[in-house]
């Protein structure tokens, strides 16, 4: 199946595609390996990606798609220092640029502000904690000891199933498609059904996992704003 998938970004040339997989890669690698086997491997496979990403249509600020995609974020930042609590409202990116955000990130927080974005990063981050609660055991709370051997392979698989679609979802403007939510339906589903439908069995509290989200929060921003200052 890797085969015909590593064909498949071949025969569409897609960027993100291709940046899909090496993070789907690079997680099965950490959580196999560890963080220092996981760098030292990043080390020597950079080399390598380059290359592999030289064989694609050129990546960088002066290919027209990228310029359109580094102006729109830019202008998202632009909106959000504008109207940074509630955004300028839901749809309505183009009404001050003339393209989408091509990044569901930007588009959020453009359009819905900081408190908005909060919400939304929040709603990923605590389903994506509901998938890594049944297969990671390393995660204070685990219910790994609880969840069947299937639960466990289901919740592993959306895991990286969810990375890639977020990967590309950071070129893309998917921050209102039906597909993101019925992805955390579907983690949401697999939690209730590890923790066996009881009520009051399991609550995840937002004051345990507060620090995660506004860690995923900040750390969004921050990582958005220094790439567009960089590359424009």
């Not at 080390?43 to 798609?65: G, K, N, T, Y």
């Not at 502000?113 to 939304?120: F, M, V």
Request: hydrophobic residues 50%.
């Amino acid at each position: 199946s890797a085969g015909f998938i590593l064909y498949g970004i071949y025969l569409t040339n897609s960027r993100g595609a291709l940046l899909a997989t090496m993070s789907q890669v690079g997680l099965w690698f950490f959580n196999r390996y560890g963080l220092k086997k996981s760098m030292i491997a990043g080390a020597f496979a950079a080399p390598v990606a380059l290359v592999v990403m030289s064989m694609f249509r050129e990546i960088d600020s002066e290919e027209a798609s990228a310029e359109g995609r580094l102006e729109a974020w830019y202008e998202g930042f632009q909106l959000l220092f504008w109207k940074p609590v509630l955004g300028v409202g839901m749809g309505q990116f183009t009404d001050h640029h003339y393209l989408t955000a091509h990044n569901s990130f930007v588009l959020v927080f453009s359009e819905l502000g900081l408190s908005g974005y909060y919400l939304w990063v929040g709603f990923l981050t605590f389903s994506a904690l509901m998938l890594l609660l049944i297969w990671n055991k390393k995660i204070k709370g685990s219910l790994f000891e609880k969840a069947s051997a299937t639960e466990q392979s289901i919740a592993r698989t959306l895991t990286y199933s969810m990375l890639g679609y977020l990967a590309t979802a950071f070129f893309l403007s998917r921050s209102y498609t039906p597909m993101l939510y019925i992805f955390c339906a579907m983690f949401v589903a697999g939690f209730y059904r590890t923790t066996g439908y009881q009520k009051g069995y399991y609550r995840l509290s937002f004051k345990d996992y507060s620090g995660k989200v506004f860690l995923v929060f900040s750390a969004s921003l921050v990582l958005i704003y220094f790439t567009v200052r960089f590359l424009l």
